[in-house]
């Protein structure tokens, strides 16, 4: 049973406001939600974590419903260098576990 | 301050060799986590280690995998006798502080294991 679900790839244009959902129906009382952020031949880079309501930091806002089943990732006004693969992940501990992630590709 | 390092960035080896992959963690932190990346897929966990201590070893293959993180010196992540399917992308993380609860975890720039 996978941990997260989210869309396989959506399109954008610069400029524009991505919102990228992830539901994670069996998330877990301690859980917190982390997104990652991976550019082809990098390693995953760290963007945003939360645990309820929203957090917001200079590159993101992370939005969680009251139920917590899901979280939105926020990227406002995106550009070209915002293509990549973001990785919703749940849980705690050691173990990060990733699932195929989101391809956002950005066009002009 | 630099960020976490690893070594090579790129290894080809041809069945059978040895591989060896070297992770050194961001300054300061003590904790560090090995993953494997095949195409097309995210990160599996593989093990994780703290100085001179294997904390959590789940995710490592039971035959041809090993790592170790001594007290001096660079995390090692080494596979004898390489097949074709350990072709991958092995990527090292590191943390401050053991992850019991979530913690940042931050990646390197990866190895990207080639077996012919």
């Known amino acids: 049973l996978a941990k997260t679900t989210q869309p396989i790839s959506m399109d954008s244009y610069e400029g524009q406001e991505v919102n990228i959902t992830c539901s994670h129906n069996?998330?877990?009382?301690?859980?917190?939600i982390t997104w990652y952020q991976q550019f082809p031949s990098q390693g995953p880079r760290f963007i945003i974590q939360?645990?309820?309501t929203k957090v917001t930091n200079e590159v993101a806002s992370l939005f969680i419903p009251a139920d917590r089943k899901s979280s939105t990732l926020s990227l406002p006004r995106v550009s070209l260098s915002d293509t990549a693969v973001y990785y919703c992940?749940?849980?705690?501990?050691?173990?990060?576990?990733f699932g195929t992630g989101t391809q956002l590709k950005v066009e002009l | 301050n630099a960020g976490v390092m690893q070594n090579p960035r790129h290894l080809v080896r041809r069945r059978g060799q040895e591989a060896r992959l070297r992770c050194s963690p961001m300054?300061?932190?003590?904790?560090v986590y090995w993953y494997r990346q095949l195409p097309e897929e995210g990160l599996k966990f593989m093990v994780y280690?703290?100085?001179?201590?294997?904390?959590?070893e789940s995710g490592m293959p039971k035959e041809r995998f090993s790592a170790e993180f001594p007290k001096e010196g660079p995390s090692i992540l080494r596979i004898q006798q390489v097949v074709r399917g350990d072709s991958a992308a092995y990527f090292c993380a590191s943390s401050p502080q053991g992850s019991l609860t979530q913690e940042t975890q931050y990646f390197g720039p990866g190895t990207r294991l080639l077996v012919l």
């Open positions: 069996n998330i877990a009382t301690n859980d917190y």
């Open positions: 992940l749940t849980g705690g501990g050691n173990k990060l576990t």
């Open positions: 300054k300061g932190h003590s904790h």
């Open positions: 280690l703290q100085k001179e201590n294997i904390i959590d």
């Open positions: 939360g645990y309820k």
